[in-house]
Each structure stands twice: as structure tokens, then as C-alpha cells.
């Protein structure tokens, strides 16, 4: 006889399932064990009552149950993330709904399931995890013993699901399907992060189409940056519209005088690639009032044969600018040459890497 069937013996049904919702938040701490088994069985009773009284303090204890939406999801105008979620089930689900579930499990079958790590790495997805249940059913019970951004072991279970079998096997698969990719790009920008530091690490706008917000998120999750959201919420001259201008100088005024016009503010960046390149953004910046706020420093970073990076090119360029405006270091980026990178006073440093081609957490 466990433990939980012992608490059991002399409650009513109400109260039994109170202690089980309950227990779970105590099950780590070994000293509410021999707590509760000293206890005569007459006692058991007026010990359950207490440990619902004392929940709130038990939250307080490794396994407890925390609050889901610990990093919001970025902004963005016109993104419907409740669509993206109905479309994902929608795809599922097709015009029949899930036969296999409809033939073999009865409607009224209640279950539960929990969320199991298979590797090690950062957890994101959880916030967006609970729209999707209650999306699919609202009535299933979602509890979870670790937040988004906690390093997950392999072999830990963090979270765990209640109710309607049919609605959990609806809904588990595309929970897990946004988990695994969430939880692969906040693990690999927590990695990058760490090795970045000072310096602040950004993803791109290489994401999976539709999923840009959701990507994002998990690059803020695993304590990255943002970089710009789309193509309306900051100006990045690149080399295509420097050419198209006829020239860095003439790009730069032509964005400042259509920022003016129509009575815009926002982030300002500009590309360059060799040390001529800001020398010129230097020289119009020091002439004219200018909205620019950052010096993109493209492939200013150059592979070598030994697998390492030499950066002494992206370092002249961070004193040459001295602080006056933002820097970003993009071109390759990798978890082996972040550090490097880094450690030459660059603001930021940018890595398509992060969303475009990561690799699933294992949660199955």
C-alpha cells in the first residue's frame, strides 16, 4: 500500500480527490513522507484537511505546480496566434474528426498523460501548450512542476494532463509538435546566449512561414533577443537597397526623409561589409541628423582552416564606431564561434541558424 492509498483510508471521496490533486506538489519533499506515516490513521483525516489549507505554501517545494505564462509572446499587429492554433488542429482533424480515437476509445473515458523529457535541454512551449488543450476541451486539467526557459534532464517528467481520453489524444499531438520545435530553438539560443555574453543573441526572419511569432517566442524563451518581427517594424538597409539608391549615403537620407514624412519612429540599421563601408555611415551620421540606430557588420567575421573564426576585421569596426550605435555581427555564427565573436565588444550578433534549421526536443 503507497503512501497516497494510506492518506486515503479516512477521507470521503471529495476529499480523496482534493488529496490527489494535491499530493503531487508534495511528492519530492521526503519530509512530508515520514510526516504523514507517523500519523495514527485516526489522524489522517484532519491531516488531509490541512495539507489543502497548506497548499499554497507547498507550491513553494520542487515538484510544484507553477504559472504557465512566465515569457509573453512578442508583439505583433496582425498575427492571430489563436488562428495558427485552430489551424494546426484544423489540419489534424480534416472533415472527420480522429476515426481512431472515435472507433476504439469510449467518449466517456476519462485518462491522463504526462509530459516526458527524452534529452536534456531548455522547455518552451508550455503557455502556448495550455491555449491548445483548452482550445481543444476546457475542461482537461493542465499542471506543470517547471515554467518555460527550465532546463529539463532526460527521463523527467514536467507536466502532466487530466480528463476526456479523446480530447488529450486529440490535442497531445499538436501540443507536441509546437513543444519540440519551441523547446529545439529555445536550447539552442540559451547554448548561444551563454557563449555570446556580453553580447546579446537574435534570430532572424528565417522562420517556418506561419510560425514567425511562435519561433520567436521561443528564442525569447531561451533567453535570446528579438530582431526585427517583420518588414514594418524597423527600416534595414540592406546591400539590394543600397544599390537600388546608388549608394550607403543616398539609402541612409532617403530612409530618414521618409521616416519624417510620414511621421514614423523606429529602429534604423544599416548594412555593411567592409570598414569603407562604415567609415561612409560614420562620416553622413556625423553631418546629418539621422534616425539610424544600428551598423549591421556583415561577414566582417572569417572561418578559418582550423574550424576557427578570426575577428580582428569586426573588432576595428566595433572601435571605429565607438559606441555610437548599436553593432551586429552576422555572418558565420555558429555555437563554436559565438564566443569569439563576443568577446569584440559587438552589441548583438544575429544567427539564421537559431529558427531555420534546429533540431526537434525530444518529448514524446
Given at each position: 500500500?503507497?503512501?497516497?492509498?494510506?492518506?486515503?483510508?479516512?477521507?470521503?471521496?471529495?476529499?480523496?480527490?482534493?488529496?490527489?490533486?494535491?499530493?503531487?506538489?508534495?511528492?519530492?519533499?521526503?519530509?512530508?513522507?515520514?510526516?504523514?506515516?507517523?500519523?495514527?490513521?485516526?489522524?489522517?483525516?484532519?491531516?488531509?484537511?490541512?495539507?489543502?489549507?497548506?497548499?499554497?505554501?507547498?507550491?513553494?517545494?520542487?515538484?510544484?505546480?507553477?504559472?504557465?505564462?512566465?515569457?509573453?509572446?512578442?508583439?505583433?499587429?496582425?498575427?492571430?496566434?489563436?488562428?495558427?492554433?485552430?489551424?494546426?488542429?484544423?489540419?489534424?482533424?480534416?472533415?472527420?474528426?480522429?476515426?481512431?480515437?472515435?472507433?476504439?476509445?469510449?467518449?466517456?473515458?476519462?485518462?491522463?498523460?504526462?509530459?516526458?523529457?527524452?534529452?536534456?535541454?531548455?522547455?518552451?512551449?508550455?503557455?502556448?501548450?495550455?491555449?491548445?488543450?483548452?482550445?481543444?476541451?476546457?475542461?482537461?486539467?493542465?499542471?506543470?512542476?517547471?515554467?518555460?526557459?527550465?532546463?529539463?534532464?532526460?527521463?523527467?517528467?514536467?507536466?502532466?494532463?487530466?480528463?476526456?481520453?479523446?480530447?488529450?489524444?486529440?490535442?497531445?499531438?499538436?501540443?507536441?509538435?509546437?513543444?519540440?520545435?519551441?523547446?529545439?530553438?529555445?536550447?539552442?539560443?540559451?547554448?548561444?546566449?551563454?557563449?555570446?555574453?556580453?553580447?546579446?543573441?537574435?534570430?532572424?526572419?528565417?522562420?517556418?512561414?506561419?510560425?514567425?511569432?511562435?519561433?520567436?517566442?521561443?528564442?525569447?524563451?531561451?533567453?535570446?533577443?528579438?530582431?526585427?518581427?517583420?518588414?514594418?517594424?524597423?527600416?534595414?538597409?540592406?546591400?539590394?537597397?543600397?544599390?537600388?539608391?546608388g549608394g550607403v549615403n543616398k539609402a541612409l537620407k532617403s530612409v530618414d526623409q521618409y521616416l519624417e514624412q510620414?511621421?514614423?519612429?523606429?529602429?534604423?540599421?544599416?548594412?555593411?561589409?567592409?570598414?569603407?563601408?562604415?567609415?561612409?555611415?560614420?562620416?553622413?551620421?556625423?553631418?546629418?541628423?539621422?534616425?539610424?540606430?544600428?551598423?549591421?557588420?556583415?561577414?566582417?567575421?572569417?572561418?578559418?582552416?582550423?574550424?576557427?573564426?578570426?575577428?580582428?576585421?569586426?573588432?576595428?569596426?566595433?572601435?571605429?564606431?565607438?559606441?555610437?550605435?548599436?553593432?551586429?555581427?552576422?555572418?558565420?555564427?555558429?555555437?563554436?564561434?559565438?564566443?569569439?565573436?563576443?568577446?569584440?565588444?559587438?552589441?548583438?550578433?544575429?544567427?539564421?541558424?537559431?529558427?531555420?534549421?534546429?533540431?526537434?526536443?525530444?518529448?514524446?
Amino acid at each position: 500500500m503507497n503512501l497516497v492509498q494510506i492518506l486515503c483510508l479516512k477521507t470521503t471521496p471529495k476529499e480523496e480527490k482534493i488529496l490527489e490533486n494535491h499530493f503531487l506538489w508534495l511528492n519530492t519533499d521526503e519530509d512530508c513522507f515520514f510526516f504523514f506515516y507517523e500519523f495514527r490513521l485516526d489522524f489522517l483525516l484532519e491531516i488531509c484537511r490541512l495539507v489543502v489549507k497548506m497548499c499554497a505554501i507547498a507550491t513553494k517545494n520542487a515538484g510544484r505546480r507553477v504559472e504557465s505564462l512566465v515569457v509573453k509572446p512578442p508583439a505583433h499587429p496582425t498575427y492571430d496566434l489563436k488562428g495558427v492554433i485552430q489551424l494546426a488542429l484544423s489540419e489534424d482533424a480534416g472533415d472527420l474528426g480522429d476515426v481512431s480515437c472515435k472507433a476504439t476509445i469510449p467518449v466517456d473515458l476519462e485518462s491522463e498523460a504526462y509530459f516526458l523529457a527524452k534529452e536534456d535541454g531548455i522547455v518552451a512551449g508550455i503557455a502556448l501548450a495550455e491555449m491548445i488543450f483548452a482550445e481543444v476541451d476546457p475542461s482537461l486539467k493542465v499542471g506543470w512542476f517547471i515554467k518555460d526557459g527550465d532546463k529539463v534532464h532526460k527521463g523527467l517528467n514536467f507536466g502532466k494532463v487530466q480528463g476526456k481520453a479523446h480530447s488529450i489524444v486529440i490535442a497531445e499531438r499538436v501540443v507536441l509538435n509546437f513543444m519540440q520545435r519551441m523547446s529545439g530553438i529555445a536550447t539552442l539560443t540559451k547554448a548561444m546566449a551563454d557563449a555570446a555574453h556580453p553580447a546579446f543573441v537574435l534570430e532572424t526572419r528565417k522562420t517556418a512561414p506561419g510560425l514567425r511569432l511562435v519561433d520567436k517566442w521561443a528564442v525569447l524563451i531561451g533567453g535570446g533577443k528579438n530582431h526585427r518581427m517583420g518588414l514594418f517594424d524597423m527600416v534595414m538597409i540592406k546591400d539590394n537597397h543600397i544599390s537600388a539608391a546608388g549608394g550607403v549615403n543616398k539609402a541612409l537620407k532617403s530612409v530618414d526623409q521618409y521616416l519624417e514624412q510620414n511621421n514614423l519612429q523606429m529602429g534604423v540599421e544599416v548594412e555593411t561589409r567592409t570598414l569603407a563601408e562604415v567609415r561612409e555611415v560614420l562620416q553622413y551620421a556625423s553631418q546629418t541628423k539621422t534616425s539610424l540606430t544600428r551598423i549591421m557588420l556583415d561577414n566582417m567575421v572569417i572561418p578559418l582552416s582550423n574550424g576557427d573564426v578570426e575577428v580582428s576585421m569586426l573588432k576595428e569596426a566595433v572601435d571605429l564606431i565607438d559606441g555610437r550605435f548599436e553593432t551586429e555581427a552576422s555572418g558565420n555564427v555558429t555555437l563554436e564561434t559565438v564566443h569569439t565573436i563576443g568577446q569584440t565588444g559587438v552589441t548583438y550578433i544575429s544567427s539564421g541558424a537559431l529558427t531555420h534549421s534546429v533540431k526537434a526536443l525530444d518529448i514524446p
